[in-house]
């Protein structure tokens, strides 16, 4: 603390990343990330833009990125905000549509980001509890003050929100804005996208950190009636002209367009993940139902903070969350089939030093 702090400064309590270690021998599976590399298309996008122009400041309006996007969204340009991560465009959307003294609400369980905005904006929020087997709640999420705010499928739970719910959401949120964080929706089933065509308060955000690895490139999108994004240009250009730089619009651009590649890493996933879910069950875990890169899991007996450090021992970094309703479960990101044999190779001489004990 010092006296020269503003008060946004005093009142923020920044987001901590899950851990990024530099050792070489770490099995990674604690934030999320895609074990596969980006598509070669897009690794040979980059290396030409490198060679060209980065003398050169990059497209405030990124529009060569966007039209891509679009075309794989079956939208218009005037639908898609890009932005430096969708933590950026989530930040944007914060100061674009919640005003302070109008409670927003969010699920009590879910990204950990928001709260953060929440503070740094000055934007009070209620938190919904979830049910008790961590599905969404809709009905409380009716009526809202300021507007709502949510993961779909939601995070870390993995669990997805039928689109009839969301829809009942929008439907009830009239006057306020309802933004979905689909940071995860390709690996679960519809996106709430064909809502923002008939739903003017409907914003979507995808990012492509997670199906499309490119977590390095920082690289998000909201979609949403253009009035809406409008307002996101609008905060964005007063604020930092150009937050996507050149070597990020080529890269994203030709990974929108490599939809072969996506849809192949996308389907491998999903499958090592029913693979591992079920082996977790196996092994006395109780996984929630995941529509996401990830699993999210309890064990009957065995505490999951001691799985985690002895874990962590093993350089097998995953997941915990010190928060009371979640802090004996373990969120676990899908890795290859290499990866996952050897993380349940660990897990299970883990479990077995335990029970010797
Ligand atoms: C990973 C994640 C994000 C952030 O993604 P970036 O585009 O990498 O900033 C946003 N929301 C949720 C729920 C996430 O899990």
């Known amino acids: 603390m010092s006296k020269f702090w503003s008060e946004m400064v005093k009142r923020c309590e920044p987001y901590v990343p899950g851990e990024q270690l530099d050792q070489q021998n770490i099995l990674k599976l604690n934030t999320n990330e895609n074990p596969y590399p980006p598509s070669p298309i897009a690794i040979e996008a980059i290396k030409e833009e490198l060679d060209r122009k980065l003398n050169l400041y990059p497209s405030p309006t990124v529009d060569q990125l ?5 075309k794989y ?29 109008r409670k927003i609400r969010f699920p009590m369980i879910s990204y950990s980001f928001y709260p953060v905005y929440a503070k740094l904006f000055n934007i009070p929020y209620e938190e919904i509890e979830l049910n008790r087997d961590f599905s969404l709640p809709a009905e409380a999420f009716f009526q809202s003050e300021g507007g709502v705010i949510f993961p779909n499928p939601n995070a870390p739970t993995s669990v997805y929100l039928e689109l009839d719910a969301i829809k009942d959401i929008a439907e009830n949120n009239p006057g306020q804005i309802v933004i979905i964080d689909e940071a995860y929706i390709d690996f679960a089933s519809i996106s709430a996208i064909s809502l923002t065509k008939t739903y003017d308060n409907v914003l979507v955000v995808q990012t492509m950190s997670k199906s499309r690895s490119l977590a390095g490139l920082r690289v998000g999108f909201a979609i949403g009636n253009p009035d809406l994004i409008e307002a996101l240009y609008r905060i964005k250009d007063s604020f930092n ?14 990974a929108m367009k490599d939809i072969e590649y996506f849809n192949h890493t996308t389907q491998k996933i999903v499958q090592t993940r029913e693979w591992a879910a079920a082996e977790m069950k196996k092994r006395g875990f109780h996984v929630l139902p995941s529509a996401t890169n990830f699993i999210f899991a309890c064990h009957y007996s065995k505490n999951a903070a001691d799985l985690y450090t002895g874990l962590k021992r093993e350089n097998v970094l995953v997941r915990y969350f010190n928060k009371s309703e979640i802090d004996n479960f373990l969120r676990i990101t899908i890795g290859t089939d290499e990866d996952m044999k050897l993380f349940f190779e660990k897990l299970d001489s883990l479990i077995r030093k335990a029970s010797t004990r």
Not at 66 to 70: I, K
Not at 241 to 254: E, V, W
């Open 73 to 101: 969204y079956g939208l218009s340009k005037e639908n898609i905000f890009a932005g430096n991560g969708s933590d950026e465009v989530l930040a944007f959307s914060f100061m674009a549509f919640f005003e302070p003294g």
């Open 66 to 70: 966007r039209n891509e996007a679009a």
């Open 241 to 254: 002209s150009y937050t996507i730089d050149r070597l990020a619009i080529a890269g994203a651009t030709a």
